[in-house]
């Protein structure tokens, strides 16, 4: 199988598309929540205010343990060792030049003729190779560039010593076809670009980034450009979800923990919100404001309430969508009904099955000096099956134990956990989406301890999708 890398451009590009400023304590945020889920490669912008962001970059540098941090070079070698200096103490570290090479770009941003673009990438790209060993050269505008012009370009950037080269399609208009015989003619231009890694930055104008990148994939390409909070690149979430859907297929995978995957982009995706600006709007809304859409009431129709549980991604019979508009009712005649309730309505009451996994006991070690242990033993038809993993955190460790037991991976889809009672017994409870060949499963648990109540819940989730398989 081979690995597909995964960079995101969120805090190079993201936040200025949306508006948003982030704080310096959110920058480092986000960079800690990337890492956490093993995204490969973290891009910053380049050094601006030299003060604020060379101390920004040294501060995420020291924290990254899974990714590397990837520092736009500028055009020049001062900005290049600017660069440098600050993302030197990174455990993973790269250094990118990102120039144009069509010739609109070229005259219109650089006021440059090919000739010395040409001696900008080799004077720019062997300069960060004699201070870094990983660096990458994006060709800005390729897909509109002339062919034989590009195929200079790009053999340039390698023979200075370009281990990455990514072909960015700034303008969208390419069709997946079109983009996979591009990469194609790329590759028999410059028989030395396979001695290098591909990379491909696919714009989404015409909605087709995702497809684009899956192309270039199968043409030979080895890294894709991904955001949380854009909508010109293909998104972190569905470039993983599609790697994982059909990677076996085509023969790849990628390093993203996808367990926790989208829990994360929505933390992004909040922090991000809480600093929209009123006067400059988002390129599209930065979290799904289907949850807040739902707003039902006793006068809503068992239509309305179908629709609603649709929106928020479940499929259900119509046995199972009258018993949750039964029981919508009587929570209705307390209060308005919002996504979490209905949430919470559709864990209990739809797809209530037969349980063929049982909780036997479970056992969960954790510390600040220790790492996170479980040991759980589940009962499947009288057996007892036993799962033990460390994780990154108690509920993390418990999930891995019981993936281990089942033998399959699941997408967690979705988390929460909250308290229904008061006081220090109080009752929490868990709620727990897995999503399964493309459907949704939803579990619910509630216990004093909140782990018990997160292991209750993924086996009341796994009971419907192993009886739905069934």
């Known amino acids: 199988m081979k690995t597909v890398r995964i960079a995101d451009v969120t805090l190079k590009e993201g936040t200025k598309a949306s508006g948003a400023t982030l704080s310096f304590k959110e920058k480092i945020e986000i960079a800690k929540l990337l890492d956490r889920i093993c995204v490969d490669v973290i891009e910053m912008p380049a050094i601006e205010n030299e003060a604020a962001d060379s101390l920004l970059l040294k501060s995420v540098a020291s924290l990254l343990k899974n990714s590397t941090l990837s520092v736009d070079a500028g055009t020049s070698r001062e900005s290049a060792h600017k660069a440098w200096q600050a993302v030197m103490g990174a455990k993973r570290k790269r250094l990118y030049v990102s120039l144009p090479t069509s010739t609109v770009q070229m005259e219109y941003l650089c006021k440059c003729k090919p000739a010395k673009m040409l001696t900008i990438i080799e004077d720019m790209v062997s300069y960060c190779k004699s201070l870094c060993e990983d660096v990458e050269f994006c060709a800005q505008d390729a897909t509109r560039s002339e062919r034989e012009f590009l195929s200079k370009a790009v053999s340039t950037a390698v023979k200075a010593g370009a281990t990455t080269v990514t072909l960015c399609d700034t303008a969208g208009q390419q069709l997946p076809d079109e983009y996979k015989t591009f990469i194609s003619e790329l590759y028999e231009d410059v028989p030395e670009l396979k001695d290098v890694s591909l990379g491909v930055n ?91 859409d739902i707003k039902l009431d006793v006068n809503s129709a068992i239509s309305e309430v179908g629709e609603a549980v649709k929106t928020l991604g479940y499929t259900l019979s119509e046995d ?32 209530q099955v037969p349980p063929t996994f049982k909780l036997v006991s479970y056992v969960v070690n954790s510390g600040n000096i220790i790492s996170p242990t479980a040991n759980i033993v589940v009962e499947k038809q009288g057996k007892n ?50 999503r399964a060949d493309g459907r949704l499963f939803s579990g619910r648990g509630i216990s004093t301890d909140i782990i018990g109540a997160t292991i209750r819940a993924y086996l009341n989730a796994l009971n419907k999708i192993v009886y739905g398989e069934n």
């Open 202 to 292: 696919c714009s989404s104008e015409l909605g087709m980034a995702g497809a684009c990148a899956v192309a270039a994939v199968a043409s030979g390409a080895a890294e894709i450009k991904t955001t949380v909070t854009r909508t010109q690149l293909p998104t972190l979430e569905n470039c993983v979800h599609l790697v994982r859907t059909r990677g076996e297929s085509i023969g790849i995978e990628s390093n993203v923990n996808v367990t926790e995957l989208s829990r994360t982009v929505k933390q992004i995706k909040t922090l991000v919100k809480t600093r929209r600006t009123e006067t400059t709007p988002f390129d599209a809304p930065v979290a799904s404001d289907a949850d807040n």
């Open 320 to 351: 199972d969508l009258a018993k949750v508009f039964e029981a919508f009712q009587n929570t209705a005649k307390k209060k308005q009904v919002g996504a979490k309730e209905l949430e919470a309505i559709v864990a209990s009451e739809a797809l």
């Open 385 to 434: 099956f036993t799962g033990l993993s460390t994780g990154d955190g108690p509920i993390d460790a418990a999930l891995l134990a019981l993936e281990q037991i089942v033998g399959h991976h699941y997408e967690l889809d979705d988390f929460q956990i909250q308290s229904v009672t008061e006081g220090r017994e109080a009752m929490g409870e868990a709620l727990i989406k897995l």
